[in-house]
């Protein structure tokens, strides 16, 4: 059955340091893949999505994700976290037309 | 804003009761998902409509039940409520309703049965 992982259940990073936001799927055909993010109360907004093609895709906020097959990752990335960023991010992989999520990552920014 | 819209934001009732959740997907959008956002379950598919008619289900229980009307808003209907109902129900809407493509979701509803 298609999974998707987050191993990791808390990050904390200070402001203006770099990010990376780990994903690993487990989809036997060529995945269509997200990261959704969630701030306290709101409900989920779309950061990127990889459907095919260049394996590193550009999302809104200053994200980016690889797409590693080899690996059967998709992890999210900022160079730069703002204390804005503090949220809980989630990591999804398209079955049919559902999305399958992960656990959620939540990040804790430090000033 | 993603253009999707739920109510009511907060929803308080009692074990044994029933209520109904209600979504407007984003303006040309055909289908639309509902899922559910516990601490134990974490985020859980429910079920998808598509302009009308039931595309998939997931992991929705008997009680629970769903329709998407002429003018796509769907609602969702959840009786014989038990503690363990208490949730977020998201409703997303999406283009398309067969291949797999990015879904908007709504602010949700957040259900608490006491």
């Known amino acids: 059955a298609q999974s998707v992982t987050q191993p990791d259940i808390h990050i904390t990073v200070s402001e203006g340091a770099s990010l990376e936001l780990r994903c690993n799927y487990s989809y036997g055909a060529t995945p269509y893949l997200f990261w959704y993010v969630q701030s306290p109360g709101q409900g989920l907004q779309l950061l990127l999505k990889y459907f095919s093609g260049d394996t590193l895709v550009q999302g809104i906020k200053g994200f980016e994700a690889e797409f590693k097959r080899s690996q059967s990752s998709f992890n999210l990335r900022k160079p730069s976290v703002h204390w804005s960023d503090a949220a809980e991010y989630f990591c999804?992989?398209?079955?049919?037309?559902?999305?399958?999520f992960g656990a959620g990552t939540i990040l804790r920014v430090k000033s | 804003d993603s253009g999707v819209t739920q109510t009511p934001k907060h929803l308080i009732t009692a074990t044994g009761q029933r209520v109904t959740l209600r979504c407007s997907p984003r303006s040309g959008d055909l289908s639309v998902y509902w899922y559910q956002q516990s601490l134990d379950q974490g985020l859980q598919f429910l079920i998808q409509y598509y302009n009308g008619e039931e595309r998939a289900k997931g992991n929705i229980l008997e009680r629970f039940s769903a329709q998407q009307f002429p003018d796509l808003h769907s609602e969702l209907n959840l009786s014989s409520l038990e503690l363990g109902d208490s949730a977020l129900y998201f409703c997303a809407s999406s283009v398309a309703g067969r291949k797999p493509n990015e879904q908007f979701f709504g602010p949700g509803t957040r259900l608490t049965v006491l």
């Open positions: 999804a992989v398209a079955r049919g037309n559902k999305l399958v």
